[in-house]
T-cell receptor, first 116, second 113 residues
Framework: GENVGLHLPTLSVQEGDNSIINCAYSNSASDYFIWYKQESGKGPQFIIDIRSNMDKRQGQRVTVLLNKTVKHLSLQIAATQPGDSAVYFCAENIPTSGTSYGKLTFGQGTILTVHP | NAGVMQNPRHLVRRRGQEARLRCSPVKGHSHVYWYRQLPEEGLKFMVYLQKENIIDESGMPKERFSAEFPKEGPSILRIQQVVRGDSAAYFC???????????FGSGTRLTVV
């Protein structure tokens, strides 16, 4: 569904702490999910993705968890660094006929601030 | 290996003028997507194109907006007779065939005055 937010959720952490950013997605038919990081004045940067047939995927310092029962996605960042400060978006892909990937629906985003 | 290139980075137009936004996908990518982002909001899908074909334009306003991805050259998002509400960041992304996690460009920030 549509996520229109006038005030984005925020998360403030200390450098070295672990961060958890949550996202509720809208469509039970979604088969693919992506987390993006967006720094000020830049385009979204791919962080990690997960398909609906998985419930966990790990990357370098990041882990994505998928709970299809409650349509919930989370991004865990280990040992958060000041360079991780950005807006984080989850996005879901809803399959459309004839295409594998195309139209992504983005969540409203979470502002992560990491204090040295 | 250049990523997705968008130009211009910033574009100022007066109400009623036309805006043309360009996107050169990653070399070898044949799928292009355009998204719009308003301040403090997530990206909203506009259109999905493959070479010379519009695959899904369900997010495009019915009037004044058009997009193309010709056989040669960049993809173009065209906004005719711009209004203040068109002010936003417009992002292009590209992907290779049958792949997710596509690559975004840095966007064009359109300001209508």
């Amino acid at each position: 569904g549509e996520n229109v937010g006038l005030h984005l959720p925020t998360l403030s952490v200390q450098e070295g702490d672990n961060s958890i950013i949550n996202c509720a997605y809208s469509n039970s038919a979604s088969d693919y999910f992506i987390w993006y990081k967006q720094e000020s004045g830049k385009g979204p940067q791919f962080i990690i993705d997960i398909r609906s047939n998985m419930d966990k995927r790990q990357g370098q310092r990041v882990t994505v968890l998928l709970n299809k029962t409650v349509k919930h996605l989370s991004l865990q960042i280990a040992a958060t660094q000041p360079g991780d400060s950005a807006v984080y978006f989850c996005a879901e892909n809803i399959p459309t006929s004839g295409t594998s990937y195309g139209k992504l629906t983005f969540g409203q985003g979470t502002i992560l601030t990491v204090h040295p | 290996n250049a990523g997705v290139m968008q130009n211009p980075r910033h574009l100022v137009r007066r109400r009623g003028q036309e805006a043309r936004l360009r996107c050169s996908p990653v070399k070898g990518h044949s799928h292009v997507y355009w998204y719009r982002q308003l301040p403090e909001e997530g990206l909203k899908f506009m259109v999905y194109l493959q070479k010379e074909n519009i695959i899904d334009e369900s997010g495009m306003p019915k009037e004044r907006f058009s997009a193309e991805f010709p056989k040669e050259g960049p993809s173009i998002l065209r906004i005719q007779q711009v209004v203040r509400g068109d002010s936003a960041a417009y992002f292009c992304a590209s992907s290779p065939r049958d792949s997710g996690g596509y690559t975004f460009g840095s966007g064009t920030r359109l300001t209508v005055v």
